[in-house]
């Protein structure tokens, strides 16, 4: 990110930034509530444009990239989780609608939510959402990981 600025209305939130996040490590954006840290990793991925400087991913501006390779590349797990009121299985198969059980099951086990899921009566076929099994928020946020 090079000296970027961004406004959603009149208010600015992010002024004058600029930092560069190393090809295959892990950062933190540690800050107060509000402070702007979810606003910018939602710049990363172009679901808003700056407005001052620019933000480059492997020294290209994202402006260049289609949607599609940016969301093929990208993953996020949100503060609030969206499930769908759908069959646990259908929900963790969002990302890959073709992919067969074991794959599910193998998400479900690298995000550590296998062993509750397993514990629902109806396992995998559980429905969540209104109506279905309500389930903790740390229990969607694995779903969601998932
Ligand atoms: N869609 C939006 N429209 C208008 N203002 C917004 C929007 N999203 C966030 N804001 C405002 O921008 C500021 C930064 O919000 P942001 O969500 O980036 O903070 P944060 O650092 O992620 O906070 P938290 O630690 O609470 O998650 C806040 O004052 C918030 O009210
Ligand atoms: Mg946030």
Sequence with gaps: MRNIGFSYDKR???D???LKIPEKTTTAIVGPSGGGKT?????M?????VQEGEVLLGGRNVKEYSFDSLMKNF??????VYLFEDAIANNIRFGE????????????KKARCHDFI????NKYDTIIGEGGASLSGGEKQRISIA
């Design 12 to 14: 600015k939130i992010i």
């Design 16 to 18: 004058g930034i600029s």
């Design 97 to 108: 609608p073709d992919a067969p059980m074991e794959k599910v099951i193998e998400a479900a």
């Design 75 to 80: 993953s996020f797990v949100f503060q609030r």
């Design 39 to 43: 606003t910018l990793t939602n710049l």
């Design 118 to 121: 397993m514990q629902l009566p």
């Design 45 to 49: 991925a172009r679901f808003w444009d």
